[in-house]
């Protein structure tokens, strides 16, 4: 057994959905694998790579009607080779493109999601400021002022995915005049935006995530996303993505696993291969435990999202729990290959980094954790 899907879960494709997954893992394979390191340990995003993607024709997948199984299956193929495209990927297709698709006007999603999904533009969200993360629903800072057709926009934004070349960046801020959030689509060029990349990450170093600055910046009421119109409707978008994060992480403990079986079936101590020693093969079953029960929730919750009924909780259970089981695999995968575990050479370095970002962003474990405790005992614990 080479794969970590143990249960087949895979199976649940019908035949047209197998070959778009396995179009997507042979490209990350073939074309992403070899340059994965490199571009980590520069910090550098690899552009080249883009065309390739687009070939892909994933990109907006549930905009046109597919399977959310099989969105999640596309993001877990990503995850399992480099959970810095994963993230690029998830940022462009999910929170960008999922903005203007559930909040943006007719006009808007025909103006910009062909674009989008044949990925000529690229998209990004900007919600997290750099005082405002689990609490940005309440303390978001930046502001929008609406002067005749146009929107003056200020204030700041980090940890912004995709930001230093996107050409579409999604921006929440409050409306002076109400107090609501709202959604504005800042147009790469923009006068008063300007993003500066944020450096020395030790996780998903591949992506370019920025610190963000609206001066003044002036956006045409065209711009300003049609359906949103309270922070109620920017969550609609993070219970969908939260889903999404929940397969990344099943991605990347997957890669691990698969990395750690690979390396144990080779590496010899004391005149034989540790895979036959029965402390490393309990950790990786440990480790395939979790693959295992974590695939079979996000399989669930896509079923739970093609019926229309999954909620918040449902999403925020999924991110929190698979995420932590995540955490536990890619350390035992580190732990199974000593210190070969710490370097880049042997595979497993980046999954043990790039694990730590995953497991904090859209949503912390412990915020994840009070939503479904509100759900089960109808007592909001929030501060």
């Known amino acids: 057994m080479t794969t ?21 893992r042979d490209f990350m394979v073939e074309q992403v694998a070899p340059i994965a390191d490199e571009a980590w340990t520069d910090a550098r995003f690899p552009h080249h790579l883009i065309p390739g993607f687009a070939k892909l024709d994933v990109a907006g997948l549930p905009y046109r009607g597919a399977r959310s199984l099989l969105t999640g299956f596309v993001v877990l193929e990503m995850n399992r080779v480099d959970p810095s495209m994963g993230t690029f990927f998830g940022v462009h297709n999910g929170l960008a493109m999922g903005s203007i698709d559930r909040l943006g006007s007719e006009e808007q999603r025909e103006r910009w999601l062909p674009p989008m999904a044949a990925m000529e533009k690229i998209g990004a969200f900007a919600l997290t400021e750099p005082d405002g993360g689990s609490d940005v629903a309440a303390g978001l800072r930046t502001t929008a002022r609406r002067e005749g057709d146009t929107w003056v926009l200020n204030g700041a934004k980090r940890w912004i995915g995709n930001a230093t070349f996107a050409d579409l960046v999604v921006v929440w801020a409050k409306d002076e005049a109400d107090g609501q959030v709202k959604g504005f689509v800042v147009e790469k060029g923009t006068p008063g935006f300007a993003a500066t990349r944020i450096e020395n990450k030790i996780a998903l ?26 922070f109620r409707d920017t969550a609609a978008i993070l ?85 932590a089981r995540m955490r536990e695999a890619v350390g035992w995968g580190r732990e199974i290959m000593g210190g070969n575990g710490i370097v880049l050479d042997y595979g497993m370095g980046r999954f043990v980094a790039d694990s730590e970002a995953i497991y904090s962003y859209e949503g912390t474990r412990e915020i994840n954790s ?13 501060v």
Request: proline share 1%; aromatic share 8%; charged share 20%.
């Open 4 to 24: 970590g899907d143990f249960y087949d879960y895979r199976e649940l494709l019908d035949e047209d959905e197998k070959e778009v997954v396995q179009r997507v």
């Open 205 to 230: 170093r591949t992506v370019q995530n920025a610190d963000i600055a609206l001066t003044n910046c002036l956006v045409p009421e065209t711009n300003r996303l049609q359906g949103a119109n309270g």
């Open 239 to 323: 219970r969908q993505t939260r889903g999404g994060v929940a397969w990344q992480a099943v991605g990347c403990m997957m890669g691990a696993y698969e990395t750690a079986l690979a390396y144990a079936r080779e590496r010899e101590q004391f005149g034989r291969p540790i895979a036959g020693f029965q402390l490393v093969q309990d950790l990786l079953v440990r480790m395939l435990g979790n693959v295992t029960c974590s695939l079979g929730m996000v399989v669930r919750l896509a079923q739970l999202q093609d019926a229309g009924v999954y909620k918040d909780e449902h999403s925020a259970m999924a991110k929190a729990f698979c995420t």
């Open 370 to 382: 009070l939503i479904v405790g509100r759900a089960i005992t109808g007592t909001g614990a929030f």
